[in-house]
C-alpha cells in the first residue's frame, strides 16, 4: 500500500530522495543520492517543527558542526548539516547492510559476548565525543546500528530532547528516551554530562542481556520514579557489579569513562571483575521489575 506522506523520488535541493529507510518521532531517515558531489548518502530529515524552534535549532547545528569533525570508526561520519526547504537534515554516511539495536533485540536478549562487544564499541564512540566535549544525550538501542559484521555505530549526536520539551509526551518519544535517562537529569537544569552518558549505556547494557529496559517502557511517570528511587536491577549474574555502579544515582559514583564501563563488562563476562562498590554507592537488595 502507497504512504502517501513518503517522499521517496522527490527532490530536495541537491538531494534525490530515492528510498525511505525509516521514520521516527523526529523525522525520516531516507537513502538519497547527492547529486552534486556523486554518491549515495543516509539523508536525516527533521520534522518542520524542529527548524522553527530557535534553542533546538542552535544546537542542533552546534553540535552537527561538533560531531562532523569527530573521528571515531564507531561514529557515523557525518557529510554535512543545516537546512533544506524547511528542514534541519544531516547528511551522513550510509551503512547498507545495517540494522538498529532495537530490531535486534525484537528476537530476545543477545548473547553476553555479543553484548560486551556492542558495549565496547559504543563505549569507544562515547569517549572519543566526551574528549572532544560533546555529550550524546540520548544513548539507546535505537540509535546503535550494527553491520552485517557486528560493527556497531552510534548515530544521532546532538539529536536529543530535554525533559522540558512538550514535544516528548506528544511524540510518545518520551519512554522512549527517559528508559535511558540518568537521574539528574530530571531535575530543573536537565543536567546532560558523559556521566549520564554512561548511565544510558549502562541501561543499554541491561536492555541487551534481557530484552526489556532496567525499568520497563510503561508508564512515564512510574519510570520517572524508577528512576529517581528504584536500586539498579539485579540480574544474579556476574554483570551486576558493572550494572550497580553504572547505573549509580549520584553520577561521581559511576565509572569515570565509558571505556571504563566497558573493560568492566569485560573483566565480568571473563570472570575477571574484581571492582569494590564506590564510597556512595547504593547497592541494590532486591530485583527491579522488568
Partial sequence: MHD???????????????????????????????????????????APQYAGDSVFRERFLRESRMAAQLNDPHIIPIHDWGEITGHLFLDMRIVSDGADLRGLLAGGPLPA????????????????AHAAGLVHRDVKPDNVLIDGGDFAYLTDFGLAQTTTDPRLTDTGAAVGSFAYMAPERFGAG???TPAADIYAL?????????????????????????????????LGSPFDPVIARGMAKNPVDRFATAGEMARAARDALEGRLVMLPPPHAQVPHAAAPM
Avoid at 115 to 123: D, K, L, M, N
Wanted: contains cysteine.
Fill in 4 to 46: 502517501p506522506a513518503d517522499r521517496s523520488g522527490s527532490t530536495l535541493g541537491d538531494y534525490t530522495l530515492e528510498r525511505l529507510l525509516g521514520r521516527g518521532a523526529m523525522g525520516e531517515v531516507y537513502q538519497a543520492r547527492d547529486e552534486r558531489r556523486g554518491r549515495t548518502v543516509a539523508l536525516k530529515l527533521l
Fill in 113 to 128: 559476548d555479543q553484548v560486551v562487544s556492542i558495549v565496547e564499541q559504543v563505549a569507544h564512540a562515547l569517549d572519543a
Fill in 190 to 192: 536537565n543536567i546532560a
Fill in 202 to 234: 549502562t541501561c543499554v547494557l541491561v536492555e541487551c542481556l534481557t530484552a526489556a529496559p532496567p525499568f520497563g517502557a510503561g508508564d512515564l511517570q512510574i519510570l520517572v520514579a524508577a528512576h529517581l528511587n528504584q536500586p539498579p536491577p539485579v
